[in-house]
Nanobody, 127 residues
Framework: QVQLVESGGGLVQAGGSLRLSCAAS??????????MGWFRQAPGKEREFVAG????????RYGDILEGRFTISRDNAKKLLYLQMNNLNSEDTAVYYC??????????????????WGQGTQVTVSS
């Protein structure tokens, strides 16, 4: 069973930055053959789409609320997914999850389209 492992979360002050990473726990996982996405879930709220990137890294899409503050990227040679988060505010406080989706031109915004998920990493932004 493939698991995705997120890292890089923590406590940061408003206006600060964090970079999240995601790696597969199984080396045989065909990372470069899958779209990847980041989702987040705040207490009492539904899980929401943050960003997605296609299998080759040529196509990205973002949640509407992010206003250009986040950047998703991937390194297929290292089998790593990243989320650079800048100018964080308290509304970004959530558990952030990475997930894998079968390859297509663009990563889906729908959580139901993803078949592997990580356990999540907590991001807390203090004001």
């Amino acid at each position: 069973q493939v698991q995705l492992v997120e890292s890089g979360g923590g406590l940061v002050q408003a206006g600060g930055s964090l970079r999240l990473s995601c790696a597969a726990s199984v080396s045989t996982f065909a990372f470069s053959s899958n779209n990847m996405g980041w989702f987040r879930q705040a207490p009492g709220k539904e899980r929401e789409f943050v960003a997605g990137i296609n299998w080759i890294g040529s196509g990205t899409r973002y949640g509407d609320i992010l206003e250009g503050r986040f950047t998703i990227s991937r390194d297929n040679a290292k089998k790593l997914l990243y989320l650079q988060m800048n100018n964080l505010n308290s509304e970004d406080t959530a558990v952030y999850y990475c997930a894998a989706q079968r390859a297509s031109a663009f990563a889906s915004r729908l959580a139901t389209d993803y078949f592997y998920w990580g356990q999540g990493t907590q991001v807390t932004v203090s004001s």
